[in-house]
């Protein structure tokens, strides 16, 4: 069982940046590769960015391609994402989360582990 708690959210203005961490209770570099999803209100679950083990591959929604980064510390058992330029579509609810797929993947359904999400309000 893997818990993974998420903070860094906020309110910003539009054009500001904000650095969401991502805090697993075991080690999940050698296990797990690591995803950001984000959910607006009256919107479904979506994608943002995933990270391999090795933090060596990662993979982004186009919506936040060149804006957003995706990271991670093994050491510290710690994902990161960096959002820069926010803009008001980027309002939401974004979770962690982990999947034991060989690959990354940006399928919900393909995670096995989540955490309660942080919220993010980007408002002009």
């Known amino acids: 069982q893997v818990q993974l708690l998420e903070s860094g959210g906020g309110l910003v203005q539009v054009g500001d940046s904000l650095r969401l961490s991502c805090a697993a209770s075991?080690?999940?570099?050698?296990?797990?590769?690591m995803g950001w999803f984000r959910q607006a209100p009256g919107k479904e679950r979506e994608f943002v960015a995933a990270?391999?083990?090795?933090?060596?591959?990662?993979l982004y929604a186009d919506s936040v391609k060149g804006r957003f980064t995706i990271s991670r510390d093994n050491a510290k058992n710690t994902v990161y994402l960096q959002m820069n330029s926010l803009k008001p579509e980027d309002t939401a609810l974004y979770y962690c989360?982990?999947?034991?797929?060989?690959?990354?993947?940006?399928?919900?359904?393909?995670?096995?582990?989540w955490g309660q999400g942080t919220q993010v309000t980007a408002s002009s």
């Open positions: 989360a982990a999947t034991a797929q060989s690959s990354i993947e940006n399928r919900a359904t393909r995670y096995d582990y």
């Open positions: 075991t080690r999940t570099s050698i296990s797990y590769a």
């Open positions: 990270v391999s083990k090795s933090g060596g591959t990662t």
